[in-house]
């Protein structure tokens, strides 16, 4: 999480764009519209959603209740109430969350992934994962995107995160078979993935 954290503060450095007469030239501008390969996207994605769900997993394991085998309901999922259980099955004992304990680990996965995503790439043009395969945020004209961009795109991974038994499913879907290696949240906010 204090990786993740600290990604944020560091910008990506986007290439000059070219002088013209509509439009001054400036660090952060770019011109390079060259579409990432698919491999690319996939990859910064898949890393991204592991740096968000590991400090998810270490907080599901602090606070979980561990119980004998076969002595849990039967049901999985998260919701908000006081009937409310999400339960991991890990080798002989399964842990569980129950009650107010589930309902703080749903707000805080929220929050998580809002900084994994969303915080950071609005801070500096990308997530974590597309730092290290050195692609960027851009808006249609080619200029880093807007924070409400980032918010778009964010928020539109309840779209893209579909089905949430495989996270990211319906985005990573996208990106193979979209002409422009875009994901919803990409369309919904008029952004797209570049290579730096």
Aim: proline share 6%; aromatic share 8%; hydrophobic share 50%.
């Amino acid at each position: 999480l204090v990786l993740i954290l600290s990604a944020a503060f560091v910008r990506v450095r986007l290439p000059a764009a070219a002088t013209s007469p509509n439009r001054p030239n400036s660090a952060t501008e770019r011109t390079n519209d060259e579409e990432p390969p698919v491999g690319a996207r996939l990859g910064a994605g898949a890393l991204d959603l592991v740096s968000a769900l590991i400090p998810l997993l270490a907080l599901f394991m602090l606070v979980s209740t561990a119980a004998p085998a076969g002595t849990l309901p039967t049901s999985f999922g998260i919701s908000l109430g006081n009937s409310s259980t999400t339960t991991l099955g890990l080798g002989s004992s399964e842990n569980y969350l129950i009650g107010t304990a589930s309902d703080v680990f749903g707000v805080v996965s929220i929050i998580v992934f809002a900084v994994c995503f969303g915080f950071v790439a609005s801070r500096t043009g990308a997530t974590l994962g597309m730092r290290w395969r050195r692609l960027a945020v851009v808006d249609s004209t080619g200029a880093p995107a807007s924070r409400m961009q980032h918010v778009a795109r964010t928020a539109a991974w309840l779209l893209d995160g579909f089905p949430y038994f495989i996270p990211g499913g319906v985005g990573f879907v996208m990106i193979l078979f979209s002409p422009s290696r875009r994901r919803i949240g990409d369309y919904l906010a008029r952004t797209k993935v570049v290579r730096v």
